[in-house]
């Protein structure tokens, strides 16, 4: 995104801030000017808006520690004028780790109500939230209420809210991973409807009925694409990888390489000497070559060293959280010390969108 506001790291997670909240600041500051509230009263809205996305971040901050005790990283943090997502590597799959994942968010806004409540009167004014804002205690009441509301909102149980991902959790203790999902994925399916009933016949709020339409939306996705990756933890990466492909020499010319690469489908090239690999020469930096933004003249000049090599007898599905967490495109394949293939993403697509082809049935009973 091109147009996103200076990102900066929390506990080494980048934390991007969507230009579009630059939108939502302008418009709640246009909307209580409106009011009639006055400067003190337009800079208190705001103050409170920066102040509800500071908690927000904190909330995502809670799930992306949580997630690093059990050694999955967060790519990054990103502040959306809807709230924050924090994109995790993966998620976590026992379900005693994806329960404290899952809490470990509203459980930050639960330590925050805590802590203002005291300079609150240990009062949260629900009421106040709805008069517009004078510069004064309300503030701190109004920030303790809307985060009794973040965590009483995303303990609801429907997918991608927290509450989905406890229920998931706790269904998941008895049933299988894929049946699990697959009933949170009801109930947050059912309390979509619900929302939509709630918004649109009930209190004439569209704002929730679209609110419906995303869980609803999220709870099939997160379904699918669960039975799609349970449907592939008995392939291997030996499955998956292409077998039919260019190897190059260290000496091989990149001028040859160049008019190979024109010529055919192969976007990376392993660089092989007396069949031990010794590294990869990536597409993107072949093409920086051909278009004279770098130096060399043979593959051993651009060559990559890689340090993932896969084992062919590897399960497929713990690669394809490797690559949804790096830009590699082109990972080898070994056996015995020696190339036998190459797994790539277009290599992985074809399989997902084969699924199913080629292999005997599992006796699993599902149909
Ligand atoms: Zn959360």
Redesign the pocket.
Known sequence: MKLALPSFQLAGIPVRIHWTFLLLVGWVALSTSAAGVGTVGVLANVALLVAVFVCVVL??LG?ALAARRYGIETRDITLLPIGGVARLERLPRRPVEELVV?LA??AVNVVIVLALLPLTGWTTAFASLLEPLAFDVSLVRRLAAINVIMVAF?MLPAFP??GGRVLRALLATRLSYTRATDAAAVVGKLAAVGFAVLGLLVLGNPLLALVGLFVYFAASQEARQVRVRERLRDLDVGDAMATRFEVVSPDTPLETIAHAYVAGGQADFPVVLEGSLQGVLREADLVDWMCGRTPGETAGDLARSTDTLLHDRRPLVEVLDRFAATKTATLPVVRNGLLVGLLTRSAVERVLAADGWGRTPSNTGSV
């Open positions: 909330h995502e799930h899952a968010g509203p995303n809210l927290d």
